[in-house]
């Protein structure tokens, strides 16, 4: 079963890496924030009190084992740009602004909040590196998945066809209706594929983002990809939907970390 509970957090895993990752897309169980934030908020600029976030983010720490001090998070600006994490962030520092996250050492925990975004998780077991990027559709269409592959082979010398990836809960086709703009834009980065990620219905158009990274990934020469098929705006009891939730909302967290 992909859902675990641990310390009364309940959390999504991926099977498709191995023990040698600890890794959690944490639901909106188990915290201490109210509503509309209710109740494991872990982003710290929706407008919830900043020392809840903090008692959140730490029990969600915990329960994966991990030292809150051990946080390596980025500030998310929809783009493609790398920080490559060789130790945790130091807490007086701001987070830098990026989204793909990288690191080979088992003393940082990757962290990043989303909320409807998609998590894509990297492994590759070859060079003992993990890495996480946060895909909107701004981000998709920039590219930000085949930009962590390439980062992932320049910095690491990752073969793409090591790496291990998977694709988190995030907002799927059916409540992911946009406009025409983010259609025009797909539709020159995709050419062909773009029927494999749009749909129309009742004159309605709807983009699927977990093809779209899929698709990206593939082409990038990553073979070995998981798709959780966990749709956020589908089940609010589980997970914070800025879209669904009309943005009074809270922001899931993901975790990532080498077994040392």
């Known amino acids: 079963m992909p859902f675990h509970e641990q310390n009364g957090l309940r959390y999504y895993s991926f099977d498709i890496f191995s023990n040698a990752v600890s890794q959690a897309v944490f639901t909106r169980r188990g915290g201490i924030s109210p509503a509309p934030w209710h109740s494991l908020n872990l982003g710290g600029s929706v407008g919830d009190d900043p020392a809840r976030v903090a008692e959140n983010r730490i029990h969600a720490f915990r329960s994966?084992?991990?030292?809150?001090?051990?946080?390596?998070?980025?500030?998310?600006?929809?783009?493609?740009?790398?920080?490559?994490?060789?130790?945790?962030?130091?807490?007086?520092?701001?987070?830098?602004?990026?989204?793909?996250?990288?690191?080979?050492?088992?003393?940082?925990?990757?962290?990043?909040?989303?909320?409807?975004?998609?998590?894509?998780?990297?492994?590759?077991?070859?060079?003992?590196?993990?890495?996480?990027?946060?895909?909107?559709?701004?981000?998709?269409?920039?590219?930000?998945?085949?930009?962590?592959?390439?980062?992932?082979?320049?910095?690491?010398?990752?073969?793409?066809?090591?790496?291990?990836?998977?694709?988190?809960?995030?907002?799927?086709?059916?409540?992911?209706?946009?406009?025409?703009?983010?259609?025009?834009?797909?539709?020159?980065?995709?050419?062909?594929?773009?029927?494999?990620?749009?749909?129309?219905?009742?004159?309605?158009?709807?983009l699927d983002l977990w093809t779209a990274n899929s698709i990206q990934l593939k082409k990038a020469g990553v073979e070995q990809i998981q798709v959780s098929e966990v749709c956020t705006a589908c089940h609010l009891d589980d997970w914070f939907s800025h879209r669904a939730e009309k943005g009074k909302t809270g922001r899931f967290g993901a975790l990532m970390a080498l077994q040392a």
């Not at 909320?115 to 077991?125: E, T, Y």
């Not at 962590?148 to 992911?176: L, R």
């Open 64 to 206: 994966m084992g991990r030292e809150p001090e051990s946080i390596h998070d980025v500030w998310l600006v929809h783009g493609t740009d790398i920080v490559y994490a060789d130790a945790p962030r130091p807490l007086e520092q701001p987070s830098a602004k990026a989204d793909i996250l990288f690191t080979d050492n088992p003393d940082v925990s990757l962290f990043m909040r989303f909320g409807d975004c998609v998590p894509i998780m990297f492994h590759d077991p070859k060079k003992n590196v993990i890495g996480m990027a946060h895909a909107g559709w701004m981000g998709t269409v920039r590219g930000v998945a085949k930009a962590a592959v390439e980062g992932m082979q320049s910095h690491y010398g990752s073969k793409p066809e090591d790496i291990v990836a998977g694709i988190g809960p995030s907002i799927g086709v059916d409540h992911y209706e946009v406009g025409e703009d983010v259609i025009n834009q797909f539709k020159e980065k995709y050419n062909k594929d773009i029927d494999c990620i749009v749909q129309t219905r009742n004159g309605s158009t709807f």
